[in-house]
Structure formats: structure tokens, C-alpha cells
């Protein structure tokens, strides 16, 4: 799925996000909440933010269904 390890705090950040979109409730508070985690990651990291914003999107909006939701 993806090499970057990311803490379970920021993947419900994004997942969190990810439905408030879905359900056109996104608000500027969950958006930003989720950007600064992004930052902070990717600067601990020695990574790139778009780079880590792209994989983390991928984990949650693309994430392959366990065996027993296949």
C-alpha cells in the first residue's frame, strides 16, 4: 500500500475528513487540523508534504478490503 508508517492519529484525522467530504460537511477546522498533521508528519519525517499527503490519501480512500469484505 504504501512505505510511509503513519501513526493511527493522523489516518483517523483523514479518515474523519475523507466523510465529512463524502457527506459535503467538510469544515475548515477538520481541513486544517488534518493539513498541520500532514506538515508536522512530513517534517519528522524529512519528507516532502505533498509526498506524504498523497500516500496518506491513498492508505484511507484507497485501502484494500479485508479478506471476510471481499
Known amino acids: 500500500m504504501s512505505d510511509i508508517e503513519f501513526p493511527d492519529t ?14 459535503g460537511r467538510l ?6 487540523a488534518v493539513q498541520d498533521a500532514i506538515t508536522a508528519h512530513a517534517e519528522a519525517a524529512g519528507m516532502s ?12 480512500r484507497h485501502a484494500e ?5 471481499a
Not at 493522523?10 to 457527506?23: G, K, Q, T, V, Y
Not at 469544515?27 to 486544517?32: D, G, I, L, Y
Open 65 to 69: 478490503p479485508a479478506p471476510n469484505e
Open 27 to 32: 469544515t475548515v477546522a477538520t481541513a486544517n
Open 49 to 60: 508534504r505533498y509526498d506524504v499527503e498523497m500516500a496518506l490519501k491513498k492508505v484511507v
Open 10 to 23: 493522523l489516518i483517523a484525522l483523514e479518515r474523519a475528513a475523507w466523510e465529512e467530504h463524502r457527506a
